[in-house]
């Protein structure tokens, strides 16, 4: 499992703005974000360089801030690479609680990033041949609280 900063925003202009400002100012850089809403409040999540300094920055800035253990999976660039990992998942009852995807520069696949129901799915995909990408691989794994 990898660390995903969760962020709990209000939906209103120029916030989204300081909470990526925040981390730039700290020197914190940003290799996924993705944002769910509603009409009122959202959510971003990010996976970023250092994501136990991203969350002591946006604690700082005044942001809701917690580390969400989510599954980073390296999916080929092939039709039918993302479905060949939700089978494993499904047929182990691994429920996929949301997903979003990012390309790392010079790589041929996809990073999948999967929010689950079960942690013991990162085992039930390696045993399946599916290559789960290690922490160390996307940031650096710090012990900032």
């Known amino acids: 499992m990898i660390e995903q900063v969760s962020v709990f925003l209000e939906n209103k202009p120029g916030h989204l703005a300081e909470l990526t400002r925040a981390l730039a100012n700290a020197g914190i850089n940003l290799r996924a974000l993705m944002l769910a809403d509603t009409s009122q409040f959202g959510v971003a999540r990010i996976i970023c ?15 809701g801030v917690s580390i969400t253990p989510v599954l980073a999976v390296e999916i080929p660039d092939t039709p039918g690479g993302i ?21 790392e520069p ?12 079960d942690p013991a799915a990162a085992e039930v995909l390696t045993a399946a ?14 012990t900032a609280v």
């Open 83 to 103: 479905a060949d990992v939700l089978d494993v998942l499904g047929r182990a009852g691994v429920n996929v609680e949301y997903a979003y995807a990012f390309v």
């Open 129 to 142: 041949g599916i290559n789960v990408i290690a922490p160390d691989r996307l940031y650096a794994v710090d």
């Open 106 to 117: 010079g790589r041929s696949a996809a990073v999948d990033i999967f929010k689950v129901d």
């Open 49 to 63: 360089d250092h994501p136990r300094a991203a969350k002591a920055v946006l604690d700082s800035a005044g942001f």
